[in-house]
């Protein structure tokens, strides 16, 4: 079997494929969030690495197999999250800093201020947003005393979550990442697809603390022993979360996109081989072609989506699970005229403005816990609505369906009110775990346990949820949400240009 690791950023998940690509074996644990300031958010990287070693055995525990038969690994994960360890004991130097985290906002403003803003864009196809890998590790090499000298020295490693996975799989022997999450980072050059020194230079990143760079689909290393794994099992692939959910949902070719709702939401678009620079608030990525090579990609993140429902259950306590939040918006005609930002760490794609946090409008005496709910639900629907306009006006087309994955995406309220927000079909595949299917896809390739993805594809099957509302509602709607938005941009600027004392 296929052994899929998908760390994201509220848990990790093991996923064991059989030869006919069924699942046999699943298990998912969460950890422990950290938000020591506001907008401010971490993660334990030892926390990460134990939960990886339980789940996997879990699901060979449910899949009653031996490690043994386990052919190839393949590994995807949350992004930009930073991790700093040591060369030598693999102890991490800080907890991870997720690709949630604002703290580094004020240095991207001023390297804004600097002019280097269209510098980064035109290399790396990113904004200077604190979203991004490079200033996270620029603040920590600031902030730990000596970190920078140690870092100069060659005994300082970085890592996203793939690479800090893969060292400790094989027992500290390989350093890598693969096109895909090295893109996130506002270090790689886009173009050449290999680290930028005048990149490096601007944010002073010493090329040494940086992993190498290879194909999503590439025998990286093999097992050291790893809780209970043997050793000598190859991994062969590593791709980026987003893009391993584009090739799990078979969206190989350009022209072809999908939206992922997780703990954000994420619709990435395959340009293929022909990169051309991106507009309207959307990224320049990589993604991979049917073999698991670069290709080019437009993104465009809203950085709160499932968040938002997990929020409504931890931080308000107005749901006891996020499958409540499909019954009471089934069971409410409408939200009485609320509208919900959850802009809790800035709001990302088309918009890209760190200052905003979040907002709710129309509230009224009558508003109550079940308009609050479903407010919340749709406002998920709204920001990725925002994200496909801008995609469709850069290519010039709006696409006749839409394809989805994620936790979120098996919310049937939500997929209907999706489609009615685009006017288009939304089609739900049967795998939701989509990302993690993309990174058994690029192992298995990889390794030859499969010969090619037709076979494997053509068993894939599709809930399709076709739009009802009317063009005149879907406007009036649309509309609402975008004074609102506009409102709470304002708001934003204001408080930025607020002078501090």
Not at 76 to 103: C, F, G, S
Not at 370 to 380: C, G, N, R
Request: net charge positive; glycine share 10%; hydrophobic share 40%.
């Amino acid at each position: 079997m296929i052994l899929a690791i998908d760390q994201g950023t509220t848990g990790t998940r093991a996923l064991l494929y059989d030869h006919r690509g069924q699942l046999r074996g699943s298990a998912y644990q969460e950890f422990h969030q950290y938000y020591p300031s506001p907008g401010w958010v971490e993660h334990d990287p030892s926390e990460i690495l134990n939960s990886t070693v339980q789940v996997i055995r879990r699901a060979l525990s449910q899949a009653r197999l031996p490690s043994q038969k386990i052919v190839a690994i393949g590994i995807t994960n949350q992004r930009e999250t930073t991790v700093l360890w040591e060369r030598k004991t693999a102890r991490p130097l800080a907890r991870a800093i997720v690709w949630q985290d604002r703290r580094t906002a004020p240095f991207c403003e001023r390297l804004k201020r600097e002019g280097w803003e269209s510098f980064f864009r035109e290399r790396t196809g990113l904004v200077l947003d604190p979203y991004f890998s490079g200033t996270k590790i620029r603040w920590l090499l600031d902030t730990i005393s000596g970190l920078g000298r140690r870092a100069l020295r060659g005994e300082i490693l970085f890592g996203t979550i793939d690479t800090w996975l893969l060292w400790n799989l094989t027992g500290g022997k390989v350093h890598a990442t693969d096109a895909t999450n090295a893109s996130r980072t506002l270090l790689l050059n886009l173009k050449k697809i290999t680290w930028d020194s005048p990149l490096l230079k601007v944010l002073k990143i010493p090329s040494a603390i940086l992993p190498e760079v290879h194909p999503s689909s590439f025998l990286f290393g093999k097992t050291s022993t790893f809780g209970p794994l043997k050793s000598g099992i190859p991994i062969a692939a590593l791709v980026g979360d987003q893009q391993g959910a584009l090739y799990g949902q078979g969206c190989y070719r350009s022209g072809e996109m999908k939206n992922t709702y997780g703990t954000g939401c994420f619709l990435v678009l395959n340009q293929g081989k022909h990169y051309r620079s991106p507009s309207q608030g959307l990224l320049g990525t990589l993604a991979c072609d049917v073999d698991g090579k670069p290709a080019y990609a437009l993104e465009g993140a809203v950085f709160i989506a499932g968040a938002v429902l997990q929020w409504l259950r931890d931080g308000l306590g107005l749901i006891r699970k996020a499958s409540d939040s499909e019954k009471i918006a089934r069971h409410l005609r409408d939200t009485g005229g609320v509208i919900m930002i959850p802009a809790f760490t800035g709001l990302g794609a088309p918009y890209w403005n760190p200052n905003a946090r979040g907002a709710v409008f129309g509230l009224t005496r009558g508003t109550g816990r079940e308009h609050l709910v479903k407010a919340a639900l749709e406002s998920i629907a709204y920001q990725s609505a925002d994200v496909f306009e801008a995609m469709a006006r850069v290519v010039g087309r709006r696409p006749s369906f839409l394809k989805v994955d994620g936790g979120a995406a098996a919310n049937n309220y939500l997929m209907q009110f999706q489609a009615d927000l685009l006017g288009i079909p939304v089609l739900r595949s049967d795998r939701t775990e989509s990302t993690a299917w993309g990174a058994a896809k690029l192992a298995g390739i990889q390794c030859g346990f499969w010969r090619g993805v037709g076979v494997i594809d053509r068993m894939r099957r599709y809930r399709k949820f076709s739009p009802r509302m009317s063009p005149r509602e879907r406007k009036e709607r649309l509309g609402a949400w975008r004074e609102a938005v506009r409102k709470l941009l304002g708001h934003s600027r204001r408080i930025a240009e607020l002078p501090i004392h």
